[in-house]
């Protein structure tokens, strides 16, 4: 029974970053399941998220021991050995790789080369392993990544049982029986499809230390009724790290510009303008306040006839980091002060 690396208490530790919706919390419970319940180590997992919910930032850990060190620690992992990042947009959020070590293994869900992922994160060091794991998903057509990186992380964890993992998987998915082949299957593609660079300490970006950050509104600091000071704020608000990398991609050639997307959109994110007719026309989604819900594609009426015939709706579902968003939409609140 040997973990390859310990720190001082004898841990071996795992954080995965990750987005409600892309299934980290079930993957921290099915690593360790296969560590404890089937190879006997000792460990531990839990999960962070303020309200539980697709589209919100969570979480997960995972600690390991050998079977005889005891695990009395219950905090937050600061210096993962691992660490999985779920989504390129998860790097907009300065705390996401706080405490990285240049022996760490970091998994990151891209499509982008390491050395291109690496200036994206600013990664001071570390092993890089870049998996496309959106993308295989769409292939595979699975809603969620999880088992792809895990697939990536199985790699680093040589102490863990492959053919376990795959029985774990079959037994997660048991309740839904069409899927479970596409999870054994793409768990199998992220074990072969990562690429990994090495990168040694060379000064190009600083190292981040782990530092504990507390919310700006807590039960001291709380504006009276909960007021919000900053007026016209909403503005501001940026949903881009909510998605969990699939997008409504508009084809204006299609629309009938009924305005049903609009109905459902819950961020308004669907630019509509009226044109000298005094009809009001649809110009496309913004990006800043698209969450990635997808609701607008499923009431589309154009996708009625045929839903797999995307050349014919005006909105499918595209892969985010195939194109350049900011590029493709005007952003909704300059469209509001027209
Ligand atoms: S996916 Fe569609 S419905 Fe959901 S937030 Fe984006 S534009 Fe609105
Ligand atoms: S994108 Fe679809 S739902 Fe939205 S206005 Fe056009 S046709 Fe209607």
């Known amino acids: 029974m040997k973990l390859p690396k310990v720190n001082d208490l004898g841990f071996f530790e795992i954080r995965l970053e990750s987005i409600g919706g892309l299934g980290a919390n079930g993957a921290g419970k099915m690593i360790a399941e296969v560590g404890v319940l089937s190879q006997g180590y000792n460990g531990a997992t839990f999960s962070s998220y303020g309200s539980e919910k697709k589209g919100s930032p969570i979480k997960s850990f995972v600690r390991f021991a050998d079977d005889k060190t005891k695990i009395r ?8 050995d691992i660490i999985a990042v779920f989504h ?6 300065p705390t996401t790789l706080m405490g990285v070590k240049p022996d760490s293994v970091i998994v990151l869900n891209t499509s982008l080369s390491p050395d291109e992922a690496r200036d994206f994160a600013k990664l001071h060091a570390g092993t890089l392993v870049c998996i496309d794991a959106t993308k295989i998903a769409m292939e595979e057509k699975l809603p969620a990544t999880n088992t792809i990186i895990m697939g990536a992380m199985l790699n680093y964890m040589p102490f863990l049982d492959k053919n376990i993992f795959e029985e774990i998987i079959r037994k997660q998915f048991a309740t839904k029986p069409h899927v479970i082949e596409e999870n054994v299957r793409a768990f199998k593609r992220g074990m072969q499809e990562g690429v990994v660079k090495v990168f040694k300490k060379d000064g190009k970006y600083p190292y981040l230390p782990y530092k504990k950050t507390d919310p700006k509104y ?3 600091t709380q504006t009276p009724g909960g007021v919000l000071v900053e007026a016209g704020n909403s503005t501001l608000k940026d949903m881009s790290v909510t998605r969990t990398g699939r997008i409504p991609v508009f084809n204006s050639e299609k629309c009938i510009n009924c305005g049903q997307c609009d109905v459902v959109c819950p961020d308004m994110a669907l630019n509509f303008s009226r044109h ?6 649809l110009n496309g989604v913004d990006y800043q306040y698209c969450k990635g819900c997808l609701k607008c594609i499923e009431v589309c009426p154009t996708r009625r006839k045929d839903p797999s015939d995307t050349a014919n709706h005006a909105l499918f579902v595209g892969i985010e980091t195939d194109y350049d968003v900011a590029s493709i939409t005007k952003p909704h609140h300059q469209h509001q002060m027209k």
């Open 73 to 80: 620690v219950n905090s937050t992992i600061e210096e993962p």
């Open 218 to 220: 807590g039960k001291d």
């Open 276 to 281: 000298d007719d005094g009809k009001m026309y």
């Open 88 to 93: 390129m947009n998860l790097l907009k959020i």
